[in-house]
């Protein structure tokens, strides 16, 4: 059961202060519905609520660390007595560390950000989806993941596996959610105009220590000048700001996929290509035997299909424009 119709319908979203998280809530104030901004950073929350004020949009702060499960049941409780029913969950917090090679992760990296990125999802989960099946109204759940979870980033495997976590999680959510009135989606996007790295130094316990302020995604620096005597033509600087798109047209997108009820929620066609190598790769390991097991064939075909083709896969509907 898609949830096509928005105006009036409450959005519960996490991370909310700033960044992505901001941008969509913003496109749920647009698109006339409830927001319940969700955050640890009490400051930043008020300092997001002004807009909405300002719109004079229908709103509610709600102070939250993800990673706490009873202060989760309790903030959904908190949305429920303002709005009543939630109809949109936004699973969107989540933190960087900085970008090293996996051995050289501290166990302190290495529970902060999983507790936020991928904990912080489950909890979302499973505070809000018994609730939105006994609502029986039409519900979604957006996960939000990365491009770095579905091809990595070199050096980032705690960033990258927390991604790719919440990814399989949805993908499974959705399936286990057929035939309910909830549906699930991924929303993973490629460069988006935030300030991911900053949050995330603000809102690491200071119990785990370690708390350099280190860009986790920093793009890299230029490369240096090399003098043209060497036979080489020096390479103007890149701007990268260029390649990322603003947070309020990724929240945009984001309504727009669950009002399709689409499985995947992209941003970026650039990242296509990577994808595709990515999976053209995964099917040339596959052995290719010169004769094939009639009963595995028929075991793997019969009741244990699931084991070898999940139908969410088919139900994604090609987007407006979709990269071939």
């Not at 029913?85 to 900085?98: D, I, Q, S, Y």
């Not at 050096?155 to 919440?166: D, H, P, R």
């Not at 035997?289 to 509907?317: C, H, M, W």
Request: net charge neutral; proline share 7%.
């Amino acid at each position: 059961m898609a949830l096509k119709e928005l105006k009036g319908k409450t959005a519960f979203v996490t991370g909310a202060a700033s960044g992505i998280g901001q941008g969509i809530a913003r496109a749920c104030g647009n698109a006339g519905m409830n927001v319940i901004l969700v955050d640890l950073r009490a400051k930043a929350l008020d300092e997001a609520a002004v807009w909405f004020a300002e719109k004079g949009y229908p709103h509610h702060t709600i102070e939250l660390d993800v990673t706490d499960r009873a202060a989760y049941a309790k903030a959904a409780d908190n949305a429920e007595a303002k709005f009543g029913k939630v109809h949109l969950l936004v699973n969107n917090a989540g933190v960087e560390v900085p970008m090293v090679p996996l051995w050289k992760s501290t166990y302190d990296d290495i529970d902060f950000i999983t507790g936020v990125n991928i904990h912080g999802v489950l909890n979302g989960i499973v505070t809000f989806v018994p609730r939105m099946l006994n609502y029986g109204e039409a519900a979604h759940v957006v996960n939000t993941s990365s491009q770095s979870g579905l091809s990595v980033v070199p050096g980032a495997t705690l960033y990258n596996l927390t991604k790719a976590a919440v990814a399989a999680m949805t993908e499974t959510l959705k399936g286990d959610l057929k035939g309910t009135n909830v549906d699930a989606s991924v929303f993973a996007p490629g460069p988006v105009e935030g300030n991911l790295s900053k949050t995330s130094y603000e809102v690491r316990p200071a119990s785990l220590g370690n708390k350099a302020e280190v860009p986790a995604f920093a793009p890299p620096p230029p490369p240096a000048e090399v003098s043209p005597t060497a036979g080489f033509t020096p390479q103007p600087t890149l701007d990268f700001s260029k390649a990322t798109i603003t947070a309020l047209e990724a929240g945009e997108r984001v309504l727009n996929g669950v009002q399709r009820g689409d499985l995947y929620i992209f941003t970026h066609p650039e990242f296509a290509p990577g994808i595709k190598n990515k999976y053209e790769a995964m099917l040339r390991a596959y052995p290719a035997e010169t004769k094939i097991d009639p009963v595995r064939t028929q075991i793997f075909e019969g009741f244990f299909s699931f084991l070898t083709q999940n139908p969410v896969y088919a139900e994604q509907k090609p987007v407006p424009g979709f990269y071939k």
